[in-house]
């Protein structure tokens, strides 16, 4: 590409860009050594449970506005149109779901790592299969994450690239590595305010200098590129209406609700409420952003498509209004080598020669890059050693019939999290020098994780939903759901090339791989649940701890007086009166689908879920 019409970094691109990163490392650091630094597990990995709503809400986003949102939705409305506005509907769907169904059981159960739930609801098997899954998945996204900006930049401003990934991953595995959890959420903060800021920014000015809010919308319209309503016959539309808010919906959930990236701000919140809250918040802080991200692309188009600016009309009491028009230079479509690439190229064509404009963006996109980064280099953290490292300890203390020492020991995982922080920095720094000559192998690891994320929702969805499930019925449906979500994602690679005359499965929306392996999984999953149950009775007389349903689906609470007499008072079990605040007993009546025997709570926190996730 030709970039002999951009503007060069200046010096006060520098400072800024430098300002930018010296903040970042110093929230690191201070949250490394303030107070004595991060000395347990608990508040590495989840600030001690003590974050309000407003910054957890602040650090899920930014965690998820990666350089894949910063630069891929203006490239996407750009190049074909503003039929992704319709994701707008799908985040209507998400985040209530997440409210309603996920927190309160992931922060009723208390637990540090996502995937705990699966060991607790069906085995050991179902949650190291879920962590594996995360891990690869969360390693090569963070890696691409960081090598995608990298890319961009070098393309237009001529930044090498190597120091653009080195940079990345050097402040990003400092300020986790030191700080943890807090160090991640407030520095994400500071990131949300840099990348709002700037995207607004760049919304006024672009709109001034492609003609107006006005002009945008009307030449957009005229384009025929505002049709949000498309309704095909079939699933192989590229993007549709229902795919975008259904399929859009489910693609979600693997991140949004049981992704650990997600999981662990949640569950850092101070309380219930707090992270309830901090969802809500998403709602409208995500639509904005999305749609401030698609308006630059509708910016962009209208600027370079758009011929002439009209300019104030001129108006004379003896003529009609006349429109004059003004031609400005450099207004032709560039010539790129990506898509992506086109808001940093308008904005370091149009805006360059303001001092510090292209340094400030240029923050702006290693603020969604470390803020991913980062994200995914902590929850890699935490399932590695809640979900890998803990399991196998325990089941080594088990099979030494000699070793009685608790295999917990706080100080030394608290620096084992501190050593995983940095040793995920510096896998994902190399993946991201590997991303150039890996770039069809990372296509298909993308392709193959993402339909892999269907089978997982699944899992969770069957757990909190249906009682009768158990862990054999339910790794099946995995195991198939998980082989459906391969076949089709490496097909449609493989044939893409010729794909029209390839299998119909192949040529199905990338929007619907979650829809379709979900629901491939669950149907698998349910009848070899009852067939396991047939010929295993045990299995009929499990009980199921009410905490690990979805609230809507728990038993009623018989509530018990100090003379021991039940009281004729029935509430719906929460994560709220789980917990025994008076010092009293509370017994829960189940119903048939789960125990005709009753269940007791007891303590400050409910009862200790890790000694009884086989029943009571």
């Known amino acids: 590409m030709d970039n002999s019409d951009v503007y060069p970094l200046g010096t006060w691109d520098y400072i800024v860009f430098s300002v930018f990163l010296a903040v970042s490392a110093g929230t690191g650091l201070y949250h490394g050594f303030a107070k004595g630094g991060q000395q347990t597990t608990q508040s590495f990995l989840l600030a001690d449970r003590s974050v309000f709503s407003l910054p957890v809400a602040m650090t899920l986003l930014a965690s998820f506005i990666s350089p894949i949102t910063l630069l891929g939705i203006p490239a996407e409305i750009y190049t074909y149109g503003g039929l992704y506005l319709d994701f707008l509907f799908s985040q209507c769907l998400l985040y209530p779901s997440i409210v309603f169904i996920f927190v309160p059981v992931f922060y009723g159960l208390k637990i540090t790592s996502a ?42 401003t001529n930044f090498d690239l190597w120091k653009t990934i080195l940079i990345t991953g050097l402040v990003c595995t400092l300020y986790t590595t030191l700080g943890g959890m807090k160090a991640v959420i407030w520095t994400d903060v500071i990131m949300f305010c840099v990348m709002f800021a700037t995207t607004l920014m760049v919304i006024i000015m672009g709109t001034i200098k492609a003609g107006g809010f006005a002009y945008v919308w009307e030449f957009n319209h005229k384009e025929d590129r505002l049709d949000i309503f498309y309704f095909p016959k079939d699933l192989t539309a590229r993007m549709s209406f229902p795919s975008l808010v259904i399929g859009g919906w489910l693609n979600s959930l693997p991140l949004w609700a049981v992704g650990q990236t997600a999981v662990q701000r949640i569950l850092s919140a101070r309380s219930m409420t707090d992270a309830k809250v901090s969802i809500w918040l998403n709602l409208p802080f995500s639509v904005l952003i999305t749609f401030l991200a698609a308006f630059e692309g509708l ?23 006349v429109t004059s028009f003004i031609l400005e230079e450099g207004r032709s479509p560039p010539n790129l080598t990506s898509s992506d690439q086109i808001l940093i190229y308008f904005i370091s064509q149009q805006f360059g020669n303001i001092p510090g404009y292209q340094g400030l963006f240029i923050a702006c996109i290693f603020a969604g890059t470390l803020s991913t980064v980062s994200s995914g280099i902590n929850a890699l953290t935490a399932v590695m050693l809640v979900d890998i490292i803990k399991p196998f300890r325990q089941w080594r203390q088990q099979k030494s019939t000699h070793n009685n020492t608790s295999t ?35 296509s298909m690891a993308n392709s193959i994780f993402g339909a892999l994320g269907g089978p997982l929702v699944a899992a969770f969805l069957l757990g909190m939903f249906w009682p009768r499930a158990n862990a054999r019925g339910t790794l099946v449906g995995v195991i198939c759901g998980s082989v459906l979500g391969l076949w089709i994602s490496i097909g449609a690679i493989v044939n893409k090339d010729n794909i029209e005359d390839s299998l119909g499965l192949y040529k199905l929306s990338f929007m619907w791989y979650a829809t379709f392996t979900i629901m491939a999984t669950i149907v698998v999953a349910i009848p ?22 979805a609230t809507f689906l728990r038993p009623k609470i018989v509530r018990k007086d100090h003379n021991g007499m039940n009281m004729t008072r029935f509430e719906q079990l929460d994560d709220e009166s789980a917990v025994d605040k008076g010092g009293e007993s509370h017994h829960l009546a189940t119903d ?25």
């Open 592 to 616: 048939s689908s789960i125990s005709n025997e009753a269940i007791e709570l007891e303590g400050d926190e409910g009862m200790n879920l890790n000694q009884r996730k086989k029943g009571v």
């Open 408 to 442: 917990n020991n706080e100080s030394k995982d608290t620096l084992l999290t501190k050593c995983l922080s940095l040793f995920f920095g510096v896998v994902a720094i190399g993946l991201a020098f590997l991303a150039s000559k890996m770039g069809t192998l990372i």
């Open 115 to 156: 995937y705990e739930y699966l060991d607790q609801r069906f085995d050991v098997v179902i949650r190291i299969i879920g962590a594996s899954i995360f891990i690869f998945q969360t390693s090569f996204y963070i890696a691409i994450v960081a090598y995608s900006p990298a890319l961009a930049i070098e393309a237009v």
């Open 528 to 549: 070899c649940s009852e067939i396991y149950r047939i010929f295993h009775p045990e299995e009929q007389e499990r009980t199921i701890d009410p905490l690990l349903l």
């Open 299 to 321: 910016v962009i188009y209208a600027f370079y498509y758009g011929g002439p600016i009209p300019s104030v009309p001129i108006v004379n009491s003896t003529v009609e209004p």
